[in-house]
């Protein structure tokens, strides 16, 4: 009866212990996927939520410069910071450039944002809010009058979009 008892609580001891090495090989794991699971469901929600539509646009050849005009219509604030670190490329179809940003007036193959003005960040928070109206002024070879002019602005989550428009 004693050898019986003595195995059973062996026994008992062993699973203890087994579970809870179990439990600490598994549970940081878990949790790191919940973690990971979360930062995506989050990632995706922003990208779900932020939308642009280019309204208007406008290209010079004498002046070289491309002005296009963009509506956020999602729902997601886009910040300034963000806005300065989009991608945009602009020119001749087949014959476009990257443009760097610039926070003054766009030198050669530069571009730069008019929303710091009140006319376009109409609370002044800094951020491009659902509704609100990006202006962007890219300067850069721009073909002559009555040809096409392609012109692509690409946030840095990935959100981008992009039209081409004839040179007046």
């Known amino acids: 009866m004693s050898a019986e008892t003595i195995?059973?609580?062996?026994?008992?001891?062993?699973?203890?212990?087994?579970?809870?090495?179990?439990?600490?090989?598994?549970?940081?794991?878990?949790?790191?996927?919940?973690?990971?699971?979360?930062?995506?469901t989050h990632e995706s929600d922003v990208r779900i939520r932020t939308d642009f539509k280019i309204?208007?646009?406008?290209a010079s050849q004498s002046a070289g410069t491309a002005q296009v005009w963009m509506k956020n219509t999602g729902s997601e604030q886009i910040s300034l910071a963000q806005i300065q670190q989009a991608d945009v490329f602009c020119g001749a179809v087949g014959s476009f450039d990257h443009l760097a940003y610039?926070?003054?007036?766009?030198?050669?193959?530069?571009?730069?944002?008019g929303f710091s003005s009140p006319e376009y960040d109409q609370n002044n928070n800094q951020f491009w809010d659902?509704?609100?109206t990006l202006k962007v002024t890219a300067k850069t070879t721009i073909?002559?009058?009555?040809?096409?002019?392609?012109?692509?602005?690409?946030?840095?989550?990935?959100?981008?979009?992009?039209?081409?428009?004839?040179?007046s």
Request: proline letters at 4%; hydrophobic letters at 45%; aromatic letters at 12%.
């Open 130 to 132: 659902s509704g609100e």
């Open 55 to 58: 309204i208007a646009t406008y």
């Open 102 to 113: 610039t926070s003054g007036i766009p030198g050669n193959n530069q571009w730069t944002e």
């Open 143 to 167: 073909p002559s009058s009555g040809s096409k002019v392609t012109f692509q602005f690409a946030l840095s989550n990935g959100i981008w979009r992009s039209i081409e428009f004839t040179a």
């Open 7 to 40: 195995t059973t609580a062996l026994f008992l001891i062993t699973a203890v212990v087994a579970s809870a090495v179990l439990i600490n090989a598994v549970y940081p794991v878990i949790s790191n996927m919940a973690g990971t699971f979360s930062s995506t």
